[in-house]
């Protein structure tokens, strides 16, 4: 995690603004897929709207040595009436310390962590190269919506599964220009290669579903989609950009300007 300050912010308020976006992205799309939303002092989740265990998920829980058991069961017993599978996001902001090894304890499997990074958009790097003949345009309406969901699901997480769920997601929600939600695909050579979305939550711009088809990596298009929306972000008067990054995606976003403030990991548990 980073120790220093960042243009005049604590480290810890950039864990916060990560911790935020997320959350409101997480439920917010569960939400939609019509989940069952618990929101405690202590805990906060959305389970029962998606059949993917990333989206039937606990974001938040500041829980005592006392509570944390209970809490869990009760987190799994909802899972099992809904016969969906399930996770815990388990960030830096979360409690007790022990929280990882209560849930490996409940028959969660720890499936790896997610740096939280965050980025300054007035230090953004906007001087990368981009590939000739790439064109990147936002989503408006539903045809080019189906043309990202099929591009995100010919690779991306759970693949066609994961990638329809969220377009279904997507087009509920629209494609209100001054709205919350932007996607973005990347044609090149005149075929659909790569994907994003950007959730203005929070106060932040937080980056999502970067994808880039096998054939077209290492051409310095997943860098470049992702250029285009927070380009988009800081256009619109946000001033820092949020994500969690895959190992592939790391050292694209650090070129970008992004540092790691954070681990979230990840606990999942699966239907029996």
């Keep these: 995690m980073m120790e220093q300050p960042f243009d005049g912010l604590p480290a810890q308020a950039m864990v916060e603004m990560i911790e935020a976006n997320t959350n409101e992205f997480l439920l917010t799309l569960g939400r939609?897929?019509?989940?069952?939303?618990?929101?405690?002092?202590?805990?906060?989740?959305?389970?029962?709207?998606?059949?993917?265990?990333?989206?039937?998920?606990?974001?938040?829980?500041?829980?005592?040595?006392?509570?944390?058991?209970?809490v869990i069961e009760e987190s799994m017993r909802l899972l099992q009436s809904y016969n969906v599978p399930g996770s815990w996001?388990?960030?830096?902001?979360?409690?007790?310390?022990?929280?990882?090894?209560?849930?490996?304890?409940?028959?969660?499997?720890?499936?790896?962590?997610?740096?939280?990074?965050a980025l300054d958009l007035g230090q953004l790097n906007e001087s990368l190269s981009v590939p000739d003949e790439l064109v990147i345009q936002r989503v408006r309406n539903e045809r080019e919506l189906e043309i990202w969901t099929r591009t995100l699901g010919m690779g991306?997480?759970?693949?066609?599964?994961?990638?329809?769920?969220?377009?279904?997601?997507?087009?509920?929600?629209?494609?209100?220009?001054?709205?919350?939600?932007?996607?973005y695909l990347g044609w090149w050579h005149g075929e659909p290669v790569a994907t994003a979305s950007l959730f203005l939550g929070a106060g932040v711009a937080g980056i999502y579903f970067v994808f880039t088809l096998p054939q077209a990596r290492r051409q310095g298009i997943g860098a470049a989609i992702t250029l285009a929306a927070l380009q988009d972000a800081s256009m619109r008067g946000y001033g820092v950009g949020v994500l969690g990054s895959s190992s592939m995606g790391y050292p694209v976003y650090q070129r970008l300007g992004f540092q790691e403030y954070c681990r979230i990991e990840m606990y999942e548990w699966a239907l029996p």
């Design 32 to 70: 939609l897929g019509g989940g069952e939303e618990c929101s405690e002092a202590d805990h906060q989740w959305i389970i029962g709207g998606s059949p993917l265990a990333y989206h039937n998920c606990v974001t938040r829980a500041r829980l005592t040595e006392e509570s944390v058991d209970e």
């Design 89 to 117: 996001h388990v960030g830096p902001w979360m409690g007790p310390d022990n929280l990882g090894e209560r849930l490996v304890a409940h028959g969660f499997i720890h499936v790896g962590s997610e740096p939280g990074m």
């Design 156 to 183: 991306f997480g759970e693949g066609e599964v994961e990638a329809n769920w969220v377009g279904a997601m997507y087009r509920k929600i629209g494609f209100d220009e001054e709205g919350s939600w932007h996607h």
